[in-house]
């Protein structure tokens, strides 16, 4: 019995859970039409980063759905959701691609 508990907190604890900006980037994803449709989604944005890794502008340049929604929450969440986002090791124009799926397998 005490082996089995010693697994489960070993296992709790690798867990790795996603950081901050990862997690609301899926929030995103899993409120909008395009999940409650049950739709994959891949999106290509264009990042504008300062030399400080501060994310200057975000834009969605194309998406494999057409979802304004989703799209602006993406454009919220890259720009710091309110706050200075940090790229560490980055500056100058750079291009991210996500891709989320219905069953959870995110590509961010």
Do not use: W
């Not at 264009?46 to 975000?58: A, D, K, M, P």
């Amino acid at each position: 019995m005490k082996a089995i508990s010693l697994l489960i907190i070993l296992l709790a604890c690798s867990h790795k859970e996603r950081p901050l900006q990862e997690r609301q980037l899926i929030q995103c994803y899993v409120e909008s039409d395009t999940y409650t449709a049950k739709k994959p989604f891949e999106a290509n944005m264009s990042l504008n980063i300062s030399e400080l890794g501060t994310v200057l502008s975000s834009k969605v340049l194309n998406a494999s759905e057409k979802d304004a929604n989703l799209n602006a929450c993406l454009n919220y969440v890259m720009m710091g959701a309110g706050r200075p986002f940090q790229m560490e090791g980055m500056s100058g124009p750079y291009l991210k691609t996500l891709k989320f799926s219905p069953a959870g397998k995110h590509e961010l």
